[in-house]
């Protein structure tokens, strides 16, 4: 019986034991070397008397011994929590003090970092813990008494207060993800994926996750390499690269920069993306370049387990069109609700609600939070059924499929009518000339945060071709470059009180 | 050379940078940045910079970035 991830490692080394598993700029380890090293640092964990469920920061670059980090606290029996090792140490702290992590996993590199965080003796450095000879009868027993509800990992997220929250995920979450996702997309050993996104944020999950199950290669591509995709591709077509999960914005920033044109990836069979909406403008851009592959478009937020639905596009899109979020994965529920807690019918708009085995165990150490968001299912009130709200408006359109519509939280009204700030937004980002455009409410005032060249005059044109008049912005702000928060999301918070003359 | 460092001005939003000779390394361009600055000198000098430029080396100080539009546009 399938009921933790690290059965994914065990028969993958079994079944490929030569093989790949993940490859970064230094080198590369085999399944065998993987689960080797994982198995030392849990057992130099369990010397360390790490407490059942206890969690483990893990403060590195994306790297291979990341993996041995990860895959070394699950033999543990602790639960991962993946750090950004550039983020400011006042957000690391704020961090701590939730999770109060038992220990830090950290490199040479980040161990002055790490020791501004905690205390000598709960820092562990890993080339120290791989000297440790892994004991596999002790490994053996702790998972015995494992559940497939136990934590897998904890992803920090912003919170809207300024308190970072952790999602609590399981390994029964991961699975349920991995298992559809690979069966839906037909993964196999042969797959080689190339991971662009942060270990820190959910969006790496099924690079882990999808490679390791299926004995496939995950190649780590550093970041800095993005500012100049070129180099990205080009290593995509020497590695044979087939499969890609990344955000939209690192697809965004390859079109935008030309690097398609000149690096053949047609290699390339299935490329995924998930995290924000994907402007139908640079997907019509990559279809371009690489018209074979399959594109599918995953929607969900970290606290289901990467992705709750997805639309493998099976159409031509006109870039003032949106693309669906498509269908709930299987074993998946959505339902989607209006403001009375009832079903909307199609084409009426209502909050994305999540059920099912993906759905996080919570927000660690917040109960306040998790109750708010984590909710019994109005619709089934004499059991225990918990739904995620996530905030997303959404409708069906008329052939079924999902279409996100916006954030709840930038509903307003606006000399009475209800106004999504989306709706806007969707409106406006497909003008030529447009980067990326921001709405927020002012003062009773529509405000538009625009980038890139379009002129504001195009842009007013657009908007009176597309809105209805209540819908218009009142005030149009030219920006150099959108200002980002730290989950690299345009930060409207910041926007909202931004120092523009709103007259 | 004027017209360069004023676009870089823009980029770089107060950071300094004239006497960097890495901006990468230094941290000083993410990916968006680079969208940015390409973006700024091809209307700056009427121009279209080729994706085969569009790599770390030509980017890499201010005066590397003289080259690259140099080699558009003849000597600044």
Not at chain 1, 141 to 162: A, N
Not at chain 1, 221 to 241: D, G, K, N, Q, T
Not at chain 1, 259 to 274: H, N, P, Q, S
């Amino acid at each position: 019986m399938l009921k933790s991830v690290l059965d994914y490692l065990e028969q993958s080394e079994e079944r490929f034991p030569g093989k790949a598993a993940v490859v970064d700029i230094l080198g590369c380890d085999t399944y065998r070397e993987l689960a080797d090293k994982a198995r030392r640092v849990g057992t130099f964990l369990v010397g360390k008397k790490l407490e059942s469920n206890a969690v483990v920061a893990v403060l590195m670059d994306k790297k291979r011994d990341a993996f041995a980090a990860f895959w070394g606290t699950t033999y543990a029996g602790g639960i991962y929590a993946p750090m950004d090792c550039h983020a400011p140490i006042n957000r690391l702290s704020l961090i701590f003090q939730v999770l109060k992590p038992a220990y830090i996993i950290t490199d040479a590199e980040h161990r002055e970092k790490a020791s501004e965080l905690v205390g000598p003796d709960r820092i562990i450095l890993l080339e120290e813990a791989l000297k440790t000879l892994p004991d596999v009868g002790c490994l053996q027993e702790i998972q015995r008494g494992r559940i497939d509800t136990d934590p897998l990992y904890i992803i920090c997220t912003s919170g809207s207060t300024g308190v970072p929250k952790g999602v609590v995920i399981s390994h029964r979450a991961v699975i349920d993800f991995t298992e559809e996702a690979s069966e839906a997309m037909d993964f196999s050993e042969k797959e080689a994926f190339a991971n662009q996104a942060p270990f820190y944020f959910d969006a790496s999950v099924p690079d882990l996750y999808c490679t390791i199950r299926n004995g496939a290669t995950l190649h780590i591509i550093p970041a800095e390499w993005f500012s100049f995709p070129i180099r990205v591709l080009e290593y995509i077509r020497e590695h044979e690269i087939n499969a890609i999960f990344w955000v939209p914005s690192a697809l965004i920033v390859t079109a935008n920069l030309r690097a398609l044109r000149e690096v053949d990836v047609t290699c390339l069979r299935k490329i995924m993306f998930c995290g924000e909406v994907m402007p139908v403008k640079q997907y019509n851009m990559w279809k371009k370049y690489v018209p074979d592959a399959r594109y599918v478009n995953y929607y969900g937020p970290s606290e289901t387990t990467y992705a709750s639905t997805y639309y493998v596009i099976d159409r031509e899109f006109q870039k003032e069109e949106a693309l669906p979020i498509g269908r709930a994965a299987v074993n998946t529920g959505v339902l989607i609700l209006d403001e009375e807690d009832k079903l909307c019918q199609p084409g009426e708009v209502g909050e994305l609600c999540i059920r099912g085995s993906g759905v996080a165990l919570g927000y660690y150490n917040n109960p306040e939070k998790t109750a708010e968001a984590f909710v019994q299912n109005p619709l089934s009130p004499c059991y225990r059924d918990i739904m995620y709200r996530t905030g997303d408006l959404v409708c069906e359109n008329e052939l079924g499929e999902i279409m996100y519509v916006g954030r709840k939280d930038f509903q307003i009204k606006h000399m009475g009518y209800r106004i999504e700030l989306g709706e806007i937004e969707n409106a406006l980002s497909s003008c030529d000339g447009v980067e990326r455009v921001c709405c927020v409410y002012r003062e009773n005032k529509i405000v538009l945060f625009y980038e890139g060249t379009v002129e504001e005059q195009n842009l007013r044109k657009r908007a009176e071709e597309s809105l209805p008049e209540y819908m218009l912005p009142q005030i149009y702000v030219f920006m150099k470059s959108m200002p980002m928060n730290a989950n690299g999301k345009i930060d409207r918070v910041y926007l909202k009180t931004a120092p523009v003359a709103v007259v | 050379m004027e017209r360069i460092t004023g676009v870089l001005d823009e980029i770089m939003n107060g950071q300094e940078y004239v006497d960097c000779d890495d901006f990468l390394e230094a941290g000083l361009l993410d990916s968006m940045d680079v969208m940015d600055l390409v973006e700024k000198l091809e209307e700056e000098f009427d121009i279209e910079i080729s994706g085969r430029d569009i790599i770390p080396e030509k980017f890499k100080n201010v005066e590397s970035i003289v080259k690259l539009i140099e080699s558009y546009v003849g000597e600044l």
